[in-house]
């Protein structure tokens, strides 16, 4: 899919696969900087709140859950 919108809460995006509101939902999302060179990726989990179909595309809204803080211990 391609991202829409994106918060610290949640995200839409738009894809061409049907999904159902109170699915639960695995995303990799991912930041390009072009002007630094870098990416970043963000594995986050939440429910679908919304589909909207509009012009062939399926619009999902996303209610992200808290994000599991990694850390590594020397």
Do not use: W
Request: aromatic share 2%.
């Amino acid at each position: 899919g391609v991202t829409r919108d994106l918060s610290t809460t949640g995200v839409y995006f738009v894809c061409s696969k049907q999904m159902q509101v109170g699915s639960r939902i695995s995303l990799a999302i991912i930041l390009d900087d072009n002007l630094a060179d870098i990416s970043v990726r963000m594995d986050r989990k939440g429910t679908i709140v919304r589909i909207e179909e509009t012009g062939g595309q399926i619009g999902v809204a996303v209610k992200l859950d808290p994000p599991e803080i990694l850390t590594s211990l020397h």
